[in-house]
């Protein structure tokens, strides 16, 4: 959280100590009409939140003038050795394991003989993320737009995964920063696909090698209110409603959601547009369910935050290109307070063995970083997440596309 407090206390900030020394209507010219935010689709390539129909914040200030229709694609590299968890249900033997670390606790218990929830997932290989998204403007104040999910999975060999291939990846770790081989995968071997999990109930989710399926459909509308801070200090909000439909046979469920953004806009050198934003969501998960699923993620509510920074140049042929931060956060998928009684087995290979199981139980974090180009009615756009705060779920993530303008 002091990350988006960093980011709150800019934007506070600026919003005060800022002056521009062009007129103000050619300032809100250049804001209204040219500084159009072309933000990427920045959620994770997660194995099991690709199933999920999580929240893309929206740090626009009003609806667009034009139809859009968008394709994307991302990669991410996701490696997750096997763990299996017992998750312990008698009381006394949960007040026993909150005196020991998590890493002791197994050599405390007969795994045998003690009643827990077991849980198991491995996950290796490259996800990727195919996304289209249709946006039809209502009016200045009002947007609907529609989405479609897909992925895939596949060993990431080169010349299609060269920076998030598992060779790639390991030479940085190996050259430049992370050490020898911390995620072990030199000790279980480049270039595989798989991916099984298994919930408390029996019920089981695998991907494989080359396997490809349509995870979900979503449809947002958005808000965006005409305040008198918008011609004061530039200031903006919008509210988003969010209906996602996921129809994977692991998870045939509708969730629903809520957003809302504040965006500071800045005219620098007076066409350059500097934006500073911040957003909040919550998702209800299985709002409705339509048959049987895997229990991926035992939380109703999964809240998201995302705060970004964007410099966008306008350019003598009134092209543009763009340099965006871009900071995200989501809380578990699973209870943080469920960790205090689990108790993890898997092979103890490096440090970071027991990741698969216990990163499901802390808050994700991820610095993106975006280089858009726009041309007339085309915008072209790159992004490399990190995450910095190790989930590795994924280790590096890697994306690309377009998105087209045309006239109502």
Not at 366 to 378: A, H, R
Request: hydrophobic share 35%.
């Amino acid at each position: 959280m002091k990350n988006f407090f960093i980011f709150f206390v800019l934007l506070v900030f600026i919003s005060f100590a800022s002056a521009q020394s062009t007129t103000e209507d050619f300032i809100r010219n250049e804001i209204e009409n040219t500084s159009d935010i072309i933000k990427p689709n920045l959620l994770s390539t997660h194995p099991l939140g690709m199933y999920i129909s999580r929240i893309n914040h929206n740090f626009k200030i009003k609806a667009p003038e034009k139809y859009s229709f968008s394709f994307e694609i991302s990669s991410g590299n996701v490696m997750l050795p096997y763990v299996k968890s017992y998750e312990l249900t008698n009381p006394a033997d949960q007040k026993i394991a909150e005196n020991f670390s998590w890493h002791d606790r197994e050599f405390v218990f007969n795994l045998n003989e003690i009643p827990a929830k077991i849980r198991e997932f491995k996950a290796d290989g490259v996800i990727r993320s195919y996304r289209f998204t249709f946006s039809l403007p209502l009016s200045v104040s009002h947007e609907l737009n529609f989405g479609l999910r897909m992925h895939s999975l596949d060993k990431g060999k080169y010349p299609f995964s060269f920076f998030t291939s598992d060779e790639s990846i390991e030479w940085f770790h190996s050259n430049i920063a992370g050490g020898d081989d911390p995620f072990s995968r030199r000790h279980y071997g480049f270039n595989k696909a798989d991916i099984f999990y298994r919930d408390e109930n029996g019920n089981s989710l695998t991907m494989k090698n080359g396997d490809f399926g349509i995870q979900g459909f979503e449809v947002n509308y958005f808000y965006y209110p005409k305040l008198g801070m918008n011609k004061k200090h530039k200031i903006y909000l919008n509210f988003g409603t969010h209906l996602g439909i996921n129809v994977s046979k692991y998870n045939p469920v509708a969730d629903v959601g809520i957003s809302s953004s504040l965006i500071k806009k800045i005219v620098v050198r007076d066409t350059n547009i500097f934006t500073v934003g911040l957003s909040a969501g919550a998702l209800r998960q299985r709002v409705i369910q339509f048959g049987d699923r895997v229990n991926i993620s035992n939380q109703e509510v999964l809240y998201s935050f995302e705060g970004l920074l964007d410099y966008k140049r306008k350019l003598k042929s009134n092209n543009y290109i763009s340099y965006g931060i871009n900071y995200t956060f989501q809380t578990p998928y699973n209870n943080k307070n469920d960790f205090d009684h689990i108790i993890l087995t898997g092979e103890r290979v490096k440090t970071h063995w027991q990741h698969a199981m216990s990163h499901l139980y802390e808050n994700l974090e991820g610095w993106n970083f975006i280089f858009t180009y726009s041309v007339k009615q085309f915008s072209y756009f790159i992004y490399a997440r990190e995450d910095i705060k190790v989930d590795n779920a994924p280790d590096l993530q890697t994306g690309f596309g377009v998105k087209m303008s045309f006239k109502n």
